[in-house]
C-alpha cells in the first residue's frame, strides 16, 4: 500500500480528486503544487494510515517507517537541506488534515527538527541568529502544547516574568542572547512537568507529532466535533509534512490569511490581514492585531497600519493574481494561508471558503452572473441549514444605542442576552433556557461547546480571521471580536469598558454587522427577503420537483409561511387552535361533557369559532390545497390541572364542581400518546368530527362567496391504524359536505386522506388507500410508535443513546431512514399500488429537516411539509435532493 504521497516542486502524487485519502489540506496542497504555484515541497502520510492505525490498536503499518524515510530523503533533495544536519538543517511543519476541516484536532506544530545544533546552523545559514532562536523557542512552545501536553501558559508565563523583569513591553526587544535564557527555562520547564527532557533528536520529534495528529482524531474535542456536524469517525485524518519556510526572517518576511472575497457579505474584492516578520500561527491566534491586506480594506477599517498593497507591492500583486489563479481553477472563494520569506511569496494553503450566510447567497448568485458557474451549482453551494442566519433579526434602525465597546464585525445577525464568560458555564446556563452572550478573551476550539450554546460572541483580542470570528461565521452566531476596550476579570466576573463595569449576567446587545456591544436589550427587526435570496430561491424552485408546504393554524403564522413561499398547509393542527383562552374552556367543557348532548352543547360553541379560523386560513391561502387534520388533542394537555380551570368550566356549564372533577379524574391516562387520541375519537364522539368538517365546508363556502376563490380543503384522519376507521370517518365527512352544498349552494373543493403515523398503517397501506385520497406521514408519531420510544419522555436518555452511538442523530429531529424510512417505502409502495395517484406528503418535524427531505426525494413523496420558518430550507432542499 502507498501510505505517503509527495508534491511540490511543479508536481505531486495526488490532487484534488483525492480529498478522502489525502484529507482536504493535503488535496489541495497537491493539487496547488500540480498547478505550479509556488508550494514548498513536502509529503502526506494518507487518511488510510489513520484508519490502519485505530484498527491496530495504535500501530503503524509495517512498512510506513520505510516508505516516510523514502519521502524525507526525497524530500531533502528537492530543498537541498538535510532533516537533523546541524550544517544545513531541513525545518517542517507538521499539520493535520482530514476531509472536512476540524478545529477539535491538532493542528500544527511549526520549526519541527530544531535542536541545540540545529539552531545554531540555522542561524549561521539565515545569518540572523535572533531569528533563530525566535524560531527554536517558538518550537519548544507549540511541541509542547500540542504533542508533550504541556500547555502554552507554562511558557507564556515564563516569558511574561522574563520580560517583566526587564522592563520590556514587546517581544522584539529580546535579544538573541536572552531568548537563549527562556529556552533553557522553557526545556527546564519541560523537564520538571514531565520527568524527561524535551526530545532532540529530530526523528524522534517528527515521529512525536505524527502520533499526536493520529492521536488527536479521537480526542474529546474531536469527538464532539464530529458529533456536532455528522462526520464519520472513520474518516480519519491525514497528516502534512512540508518543508517549512520563515514568515519570521525580518521586514521582508511575512505570513498572512486572505479571501478572495469578503467572507462576512460576499463583496467582490480580495479580503485579509497579514502579519510582517512573524510566523503563521500569530494571525490566527491573535495574539498581535494584523494589518490589512488591501488598501480598499485598510481605508473601510479605519486602520492606520499600511496595508500589503503598500507595504509589498510586488508580493501583493503576484499574490492577487494566484487568488485569481486559485478562484477560477476552484470555481469557488478560497481561504488562502501564504508566507513572504525575503519578499519570496510562498503558499501554506487553500480551500473553499467558510461564509455567512448572506455571503454563500451573494457569492453563489455573483458567480453565476460572472459564468463561472450554472444556476444549479449555484442552488448546490448554499447549505440550506444555514438559511437560518438570514432569518436572523437585525437591531432596529430608530434604536438608540448605548455603546459599550466596538470591536470587529466578525460575523452578522444580532441577539441579546446574558453577559458569560465561561464556555461550560455558557453551556450550563443555556442548557436551563437562559439566553447568553459567552464574553472571551480570546476563543479556542475548548470553547466550542459554550460559543455553539451563546447567542453571541464577543472577544477582546483577535482579528476578523481569528478563531472566535471563523467559527462564529460556520455557526451563524453574531460575532464581535477584538473589542479591544473590553478589560476581562475573570475572577470579578466582570468586564470593564469606558469606565463602565459589566457584570456576569447582565443583558448586553451584540450587533455582529457593526461591531457594537450595547447595553440592554435592543428591538429587532425581521429581515427582508428579497434579491440574492429571493434569486437563488427562484432557481430553487426551477430545480425541485417536491411542493412545500406548511404546519401553520394561526393567521400569522399562516401568512409567515406564504411569505417564505408556503405552497399550501400540510398540516393544521386543529387543536392548536384551541389553547386561548376564550376557547380553551369550551373546548375542556366538550371533553368533559358526560353524554352527547353535553357535548353537542359544547360543540354549537366551537362550531363558529372554528368556521372564524378555517376562513382565514382560506383567504390567505387562497386556492393553495389545506390539509386541515381533525382533532388529535393527547387529552391530558386539555383536562382541567387547576382549581380554576375546574371552576371556569363548572361555571360555563352548570355543573358541579366535584363532578367535573371525577370527570377529569376518569379520563386521565397513563399512557396518553397512545390513549383516546385521533380517530378514535371521532369514532366514540363522532359529532366532533362532523362539527369539524362542517366548519371547514362551511368556511369554504363562506370564502369562495366572499372572494370568488375556491379553497382547496384536504380534511385529514389522523392515529388510522385500520381501513375501517377510515371507513366510517369518511362516510360521516362526505355527508357533512352534502348538508353545507344543500344548505349553501356551494360544493365545496375537498379531498378526504389520513395520516400514516402507525406501523400498521404503514403496513396496510394497500387496505386504507382504497379509502384514502391522500397519505401524509405523521413521522412524529411514526418515530415514536415504531421504536416504541415516547416522544414525551425520550428526552430523559436521549443524550445517553447519542454519545453512545446507538443512535447518529435524534431520530425526532432526523429520519431514522433505516426503520422508519422502510415503514414509509411500504406504506408508499403498497399505497400507490391500490390507488395511483395517491397524493403523499410528510408533515412531521422531518418536513423541515435537510437530510429527511433527501429520503423523500428518494422515496417519491409529492410534498413536504414544515414550521413556517423552515420553508426556505425545505425550498432549497427539496432542490437540492432532485438535482
Ligand atoms: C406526526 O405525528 O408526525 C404529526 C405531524 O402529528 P403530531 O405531531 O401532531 O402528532
Ligand atoms: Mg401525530
Known sequence: TKWVYAFGGGSADGDRE?????GGKGANLAEMAKLGLPVPPGFTLTTAVCTAFYENDRSYPSDLNDQVEDALAALETKVGKTFGDPSNPLLVSVRSGARASMPGMMDTVLNLGLNDETAEGLAKLSGDRRFALDSYRRFITMYSDVVLGVPHATFEEILETFKEERDYSLDTEISAEEWEEVIVEYKAAVKRALDFPFPTDPRDQLWGAIGAVFGSWMNDRANTYRRMYDIPSSWGTAVNIQAMVFGNMGDTSATGVAFTRDPSTGEKGYYGEFLINAQGEDVVAGIRTPQCLTESMRIKMNDHLPSMETAMPDVFAQLTEVFDNLENHYRDMQDIEFTVEQGRLWMLQTRNGKRTTKAALKIAVDMVAEKLITEDEAVLRVDPTQLDQLLHPTIDE???????????????????????????????????????????????????????AAQAIVTARGGMTSHAAVVARGMGRPCVSGAGEIRIDTEALTFTTRGRVIK??????????????????????????????????????????????????????????????????????????????????????????????GRVAALAKILPMQRDDFAEIFRIMEDRPCTIRLLDPPLHEFLPHTEEDVHAVAEATGLPVEGLWQRAKDLSESNPMLGHRGCRLGITFPEIYEMQARAIFEAQALVEKETGVKPVAEVMIPLVATAKELEILKVRVEAVADDVDRETGVKPKYLIGTMIELPRAALRAGDIAAHAEFFSFGTNDLTQTTFGLSRDDAGKFLGDYLEAGIFEKDPFVSLDQDGVGDLVKIAVDRGRAARPGLKLGICGEHGGD???????????????SCSPYRVPIARLAAAQAAL
Open 18 to 22: 483525492d480529498r478522502n485519502l489525502l
Open 398 to 452: 430608530s434604536y438608540t444605542r448605548d455603546v459599550l465597546a466596538k470591536g470587529l464585525p466578525a460575523s452578522p445577525g444580532a441577539a441579546s442576552g446574558a453577559v458569560v464568560f465561561d464556555a461550560d458555564e455558557a453551556e450550563t446556563r443555556a442548557a436551563q433556557g437562559e439566553k447568553v452572550i459567552l464574553v472571551r478573551v480570546e476563543t479556542s476550539p475548548e470553547d466550542i461547546h459554550g460559543m455553539h
Open 504 to 597: 456576569d449576567g447582565d443583558i448586553v446587545t451584540v450587533d455582529g454587522a457593526t461591531g457594537e456591544v450595547l447595553m440592554g436589550e435592543a428591538p429587532m427587526i425581521k429581515p427582508e427577503m428579497t434579491g440574492d435570496f429571493a434569486a437563488l430561491m427562484e432557481w430553487a424552485d426551477k430545480a425541485r420537483r417536491m411542493t412545500v408546504r406548511t404546519n401553520a393554524e394561526t393567521p400569522a403564522d399562516v401568512q409567515t409561511a406564504k411569505e417564505f413561499g408556503a405552497e399550501g398547509i400540510g398540516l393544521c393542527r386543529t387543536e392548536h387552535m384551541f389553547f386561548d383562552a376564550d376557547r380553551i374552556a369550551a373546548v375542556r367543557e366538550m371533553i368533559l361533557a358526560e353524554d352527547q348532548m
Open 850 to 864: 435537510p437530510a429527511s427531505i433527501h429520503f423523500c426525494e428518494s422515496a417519491g413523496l409529492d410534498y413536504v
